[in-house]
């Protein structure tokens, strides 16, 4: 039920997500125990988490899909984001070449790019709820895997002043020390001004973050609801799983971080503990490493048709 109090009825969804289907989970992992590899790690262990979410004991990549989520900042040229926008529409950005090649499906979402987010002017909560639901969108392509990324030239400072303040991190940890000098003077900038001060995750979001975040939130609890498996990267997918987790303990099981653009996005994955499956950085932007990690769930779930080994 409702109660008339937008981010109350976001706790309660959240509060309120199914469960993981761990009889399958468990089927797969005794499909692979006379298989030659770990059944608690590496390939064995993703088989059996895309299991837990796909609620089958024949995992699959048949339909995977990357959304990206497009916004802008105060102070960044929109014109970044129109312009990958147009060239992923035109079939001209590099993720669309691995896109193509693995079969994967691609679908921007534009969170209004050619208007700039500016958190030094109130962010109503009932428009930052808009952009929540509007991010559940991403999943309209259902399918068996969603890649959750993002273009928001800006939110890198943004998204890291929220899990900074979400668990406590003061301006004088090493993570800082990680960040280019721009970001990390933003992050401090946005704690020391007291912007984000709030016990509430959400409202830590509302003050610090943009639509994109906001959105991530929403793309990430309407995958757990439709169980989902989710492949995230970027900063907006980062933020988003901070705020859930804050939330409600466990919200995000069902995303795991296909890769990392930075030693700083791998610190602050390993502060929310969480580890990307790709060890090095993609690069080409938005949405490449997702697409590369898709082929490392691929051949996961060729390894449960591999011919049982002697023991």
Known sequence: ???????????AIAGQLPEPDNCAAKKVREALENKPLDSASGLAGLASWMARWQGTAEPT??????????????????????????ATSKGAAAVNLLCVD??????????????????????????????????????????????????????AARA???????????????????????????ARALLEDGIGAADDPLEIMRRIGGREIAAAIGALVAARSRRLAVLSDGWAAIAATAVLEAVTEGATE?????????????????????????GVPVGGGPGCGIAMAVSVLGAASAMLGLRDQPK
């Open 1 to 11: 039920m409702l109660t008339g109090h937008p981010f109350d009825d976001l706790r």
């Open 61 to 86: 990549i048949a339909e995977s899909h990357i959304c990206v989520l497009a916004s802008s900042y105060e102070g960044h040229d929109p014109s970044a984001v129109t312009g990958y926008i147009d």
């Open 102 to 155: 693995k079969g994967i499906g691609l679908r921007a979402i534009q969170m209004a790019p050619e208007m700039p987010h500016s958190n030094q002017t109130e962010w109503p909560e009932p428009d930052c709820m808009a952009a929540v639901a509007f991010g559940m969108e991403a999943t309209a392509a259902g399918g068996h895997i969603l890649g959750l990324t993002d273009m928001a030239p800006g939110n």
């Open 160 to 186: 890291l002043a929220i899990v900074m303040a979400i668990k406590g991190i003061t301006t004088d940890d090493p993570l800082l020390e990680l960040a280019d000098s721009e970001v990390a003077a933003g």
């Open 254 to 278: 069902h995303a795991v971080p296909a890769s990392a653009d930075d030693a700083l996005q791998e610190a602050v994955w390993a502060r929310l503990g969480k580890k990307p499956i790709l």
